[in-house]
């Protein structure tokens, strides 16, 4: 099979010739048919993140069908495979409903092989059905983008004005399901991001701007996407007494220090950290209550580098996304739930 594979992070992939992979005990063998790309790809591919699996298959917003292996999918199923990849079960986390803590954990695209590539492996009880209203590609954000939103969403409570600051995949999926909720929602982006700030007016923010100024009015709730320690403080500032800022990346530039001032006032600050397997099962029945519209640009498996620079470049609007194997469906870039 054809997977591009990262030798040494600060490295281009390479595409290369690679070993079909074969199943382990409750592994399926799953053919790739799409592979979002993620801003934690771009983290491990430029060395942010310490200890990958090397040589690395990156990509962990898998979605493909099953090919053999396991006991809980048949031949043909279509499933997708997130960041969470496998957990011990035993641990002090993983009994007591917090698996996405767990001490051992392995994930995909990172400690165990991804999805740049025609096949993988993964075991099964950690994949998900995908539901059918979403074609392949069009899917392929949700397994990590939308996961990891809807994560950071459900930490921001019930907040009824929901700052949302820096609006690529993930926040494209969160502002939808938000305003499916009946929340308000602000997109802050880079200054002169103007592609940004219409896709958010356009999937329901009432206000997109730039981050650097004030809010236009008080938060409940904001959810930091963007890997800027900066953005911390500047959240804290804007949202209410008692509001919680939700630090969504799994990579971010040092937080000034600040004033207590900006903290009094019984708000917080919180990072989310991967995803349980509850999280994907809650999203994905909340799709069917309110599906959203992920906004995709394509690349084929070869130009997986290229879909990185891009994102590292701010250059992708909505969710960039490996068409592995091309899916008989439209060709329109903004694929929407049938
Ligand atoms: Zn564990
Ligand atoms: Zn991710």
Redesign the pocket.
Known sequence: MRGLVLEQPGTPLRERELPSPEPGPGQVRIAIRACGVCRTDLHVRDGELPHPKLPLVLGHEIVGTVVDGGERFRAGDRVGVPWLGW?????R??RSGR?NL????RFTGYTLDGGYAEETVADERYCFAIPAGYDDVAAAPLLCAGLIGYRSLVLAGDAERLGLYGFGASAHIVAQIARGQGRRVFAFTRAGDDAAQSLARELGAEWAGATGGPAPEELDAAIIFAPAGELVPEALRAVAKGGVVVCAGIHMSDIPSFPYELLWGERSVRSVANLTRRDGDELFALLERIPVRTEVERFPLADGEDALARLRAGQVRGAAVLAVAQAATGSSDAAAPR
């Open positions: 957990t011990c079960g035993l641990c986390y993983c698996e767990c001490d051992l954990a």
